[in-house]
C-alpha cells in the first residue's frame, strides 16, 4: 500500500508538472504562433525553398536553446535579435513581434522549455571569456563577420546573422556547443558554415565559453 501511494504521489506530480506546459501549448496554438514558428522536431528543412518559406525560426529545441529567465521576460517585451529581417540580406528587421501578458509568457514559457534536444548535454560549457575563443571567433572562422557582439566601448560585427549581445543571459552554454559540434541536426539549411571538421572539439568548447560570457 505504501509503495502504491508513492507511485501515485509520483504521478501527481508528472500531472502537476505537465499542467502548466498543457495550458501554454493552447495558448502559443490559439496566439497562432504556431504560423511562424513550428516545434515538432526534428528538423524539417530539406532545401532553400524551404528555408525561405519559413516566416520565423523554428523551436523545437527552445528549451534546450533558451534560458528559462529571459525568454519569459522577452515574450513580454520582445526586441529585434536579429538586425535583418527574417530570411533577409538586404531588409531591416522592422520588430513588432506580438506580447503577451505575463501569466500568458509564463505558461508559453513552460510549454517551450519542455521542447528539448537529446544532443544538448547539460553542464558541459562554463561561460568564459577565452581568449583562443575569441581569436577563433573574431579571426579564425571568422564569426563576428555575421553576428553583432560586444566590444570594449561599442558592439562590433556584422548584421546578416542573429545578434550575439546579450547571449550571455539569452542561450543555453551548452547549446551553443551543441550547435557548433553539430549544426545539420538543429538547422540543415543556413548560411552559417559547419565547423565540423574545420575546429576541433576543444576549441568549439573555447567559442562555446567564450560566446556564453557576452552580455
Same mark, same amino acid.
Given at each position: 500500500?505504501?509503495?502504491?501511494?508513492?507511485?501515485?504521489?509520483?504521478?501527481?506530480?508528472? #500531472?502537476?508538472?505537465?499542467?502548466?506546459?498543457?495550458? =501554454?501549448?493552447?495558448? %502559443?496554438?490559439?496566439?497562432?504562433c504556431?504560423?511562424?514558428?513550428?516545434?515538432?522536431?526534428?528538423?524539417?528543412?530539406?532545401?532553400?525553398?524551404? +528555408?525561405?518559406?519559413?516566416?520565423?525560426?523554428?523551436?523545437?529545441y527552445?528549451?534546450?536553446? /533558451?534560458? !528559462?529567465?529571459?525568454?519569459?521576460?522577452?515574450? +513580454?517585451d520582445?526586441?529585434?535579435?536579429r538586425?535583418?529581417?527574417?530570411?533577409s540580406?538586404?531588409?531591416?528587421?522592422?520588430?513588432?513581434?506580438?506580447?503577451?501578458?505575463?501569466?500568458?509568457?509564463?505558461? #508559453?514559457?513552460? /510549454?517551450?522549455?519542455?521542447?528539448?534536444?537529446? &544532443?544538448?548535454?547539460?553542464?558541459?560549457?562554463?561561460?568564459? $571569456?577565452?581568449? $583562443?575563443?575569441?581569436?577563433? /571567433?573574431?579571426?579564425?572562422?571568422?564569426? &563576428?563577420?555575421?553576428?553583432?557582439?560586444?566590444?570594449?566601448?561599442? %558592439?562590433?560585427?556584422?548584421?546578416?546573422?542573429?545578434?550575439?549581445?546579450?547571449? =550571455? $543571459?539569452?542561450?543555453?552554454?551548452?547549446?551553443? %556547443?551543441?550547435?557548433?559540434?553539430?549544426?545539420?541536426?538543429?538547422?540543415?539549411?543556413?548560411?552559417?558554415?559547419? %565547423?565540423?571538421?574545420?575546429?576541433?572539439?576543444?576549441?568549439? $568548447?573555447? #567559442?562555446? +565559453?567564450? #560566446?556564453?560570457? /557576452? !552580455?
Amino acid at each position: 500500500m505504501k509503495q502504491l501511494t508513492k507511485v501515485l504521489l509520483g504521478t501527481g506530480l508528472l #500531472v502537476l508538472a505537465a499542467a502548466p506546459a498543457h495550458a =501554454g501549448e493552447k495558448i %502559443f496554438a490559439a496566439k497562432k504562433c504556431d504560423g511562424c514558428h513550428y516545434t515538432q522536431g526534428p528538423a524539417r528543412e530539406k532545401s532553400i525553398a524551404d +528555408q525561405l518559406a519559413k516566416k520565423g525560426p523554428e523551436l523545437w529545441y527552445a528549451g534546450s536553446k /533558451f534560458q !528559462k529567465k529571459w525568454l519569459q521576460a522577452w515574450l +513580454q517585451d520582445p526586441k529585434p535579435i536579429r538586425s535583418l529581417k527574417y530570411n533577409s540580406l538586404t531588409a531591416d528587421n522592422p520588430g513588432g513581434h506580438p506580447k503577451l501578458a505575463a501569466a500568458n509568457a509564463k505558461a #508559453v514559457t513552460d /510549454f517551450l522549455m519542455t521542447l528539448t534536444s537529446k &544532443s544538448v548535454k547539460a553542464g558541459v560549457i562554463k561561460p568564459k $571569456k577565452n581568449p $583562443k575563443g575569441r581569436l577563433i /571567433f573574431v579571426k579564425k572562422m571568422p564569426c &563576428s563577420g555575421c553576428h553583432a557582439f560586444p566590444g570594449k566601448k561599442k %558592439f562590433k560585427g556584422g548584421r546578416s546573422g542573429p545578434s550575439l549581445v546579450g547571449a =550571455g $543571459k539569452r542561450l543555453n552554454p551548452d547549446w551553443i %556547443f551543441a550547435y557548433l559540434k553539430d549544426t545539420n541536426e538543429f538547422k540543415p539549411v543556413r548560411a552559417m558554415p559547419v %565547423f565540423k571538421g574545420l575546429l576541433r572539439e576543444k576549441d568549439m $568548447k573555447k #567559442v562555446a +565559453q567564450y #560566446v556564453a560570457s /557576452f !552580455k
